[in-house]
């Protein structure tokens, strides 16, 4: 079989285009304040060498470049608004939540104590219930001995 050297080429990483060189990742204050300035004097070149349509259209790009880099600082800074704002609310939510949590801990305890509560006035009438029946059974046994001892009584003086 033959075999197929590598050169090594297709594995190096590509190199960087002209318009990576020209144009930063991050494009800054002073790189746009000094694209700007160059951008304005090409401008007047233009004008200089009676280039007058070339020179009108370089300054729409320009205009309008300044335009949509002033709506992109407006939009981060509404954006920087909008997250201290989302992390104030996550914050009041988690405190909302931390409450209901403690609300749900002691609506637990309430109704603990309140079922122990229930159960201990169901245990306090059972005995009550209970002693009002061992009342009645020798309050009966009672009047049954007082009316026997009556009759004996009724027999002795007889």
Known sequence: MDQIEES?????APESTFEDDLIPKD???DFFEEMC???????????????YALAEDFQKLLLTSQQLRQQLLDEQDKIAKMQDEVAAAAGRVGQALAI???????IQTLRAEIESAWKRADAAQTREQAAQETMNQMREKLEKLSSDSDRHGDKDDE
């Open 8 to 12: 090594g080429e297709d594995s190096q």
């Open 27 to 29: 494009i800054t204050d």
């Open 37 to 51: 300035a160059k951008a304005n004097l090409t401008v007047k070149d233009l004008q200089g060498n009676q280039q």
């Open 100 to 106: 209901s949590q403690r609300d749900q801990d002691t």
